[in-house]
T-cell receptor
């Protein structure tokens, strides 16, 4: 079945540094990828939608200058948390959708970010 | 606005017992509905989905869900729960008809007693 690889699975960084999270579709081309954030005991909240070759669309309340998204190829999207703060600590999950209409979503295994 | 409500935050059932997880949605048109399962520290795995047709849909791992338009519900069921089913379960509706942009409920944590 289709696989989405998300890396790293865990990362600890210091306040003020930047962290990059990668989301790769391993056996299919993903026109669209989605980035979610999951707070403890909360649901997943969509942060942004990235389409290959164009700028990401951010949900209301998400700082696009803080959460930089790049979708440079049909198999890779990256989320960079810039100038990380402890409140950015969270579980980030990506999902990818294939190029065919109504292609199903496939989720990565998530990245646990801890900012100290 | 579209929304998904999962009324039960935490449910505990005995192994072998039946299970029903509730999900109610608010959506103006015919919804695309999904159930996902998340094991601790992991991503989400699709259990089943409803787009149209038969309102009783079968999924993986012995799960099924029934779409009831009159009740705006899409409850997840399993006749006999296994210890490995312990996880967090999320109901979701596709925003704007696109199955890529999902709105999730807050999840129901399932614990299984031996």
């Amino acid at each position: 079945g289709a696989v989405v690889s998300q890396h790293p699975s865990r990362v600890i960084c210091k306040s003020g540094t930047s962290v990059k999270i990668e989301c790769r579709s391993l056996d299919f081309q993903a026109t669209t990828m989605f980035w979610y954030r999951q707070f403890p005991k909360k649901s997943l909240m969509l942060m942004a939608t990235s389409n290959e070759g164009s700028k990401a669309t951010y949900e209301q309340g998400v700082e696009k200058d803080k959460f930089l998204i790049n979708h440079a190829s049909l198999t890779l999207s990256t989320l960079t948390v810039t100038s990380a703060h402890p409140e950015d600590s969270s579980f980030y999950i990506c999902s990818a959708r294939g190029t065919r209409q109504n292609s199903p979503l496939h989720f990565g295994n998530g990245t646990r970010l801890t900012v100290t | 606005a579209q929304s998904v409500t999962q009324p039960d935050i935490h449910i505990t059932v005995s192994e072998g017992a039946s299970l029903e997880l509730r999900c109610n949605y608010s959506y103006g048109a015919t919804p695309y509905l999904f159930w996902y399962v998340q094991s601790p520290g992991q991503g989400l795995q699709l259990l089943l989905k409803y787009f149209s047709g038969d309102t009783l849909v079968q999924g993986i791992k012995g799960f099924e869900a029934e779409f009831k338009r009159s009740q705006s519900s899409f409850n997840l069921r399993k006749p006999s729960v296994h210890w490995s089913d312990a996880a967090e379960y999320f109901c979701a509706v596709a925003h704007g008809g696109s199955q890529g942009n999902l709105i999730f409920g807050k999840g129901t944590k399932l614990s299984v007693k031996p």
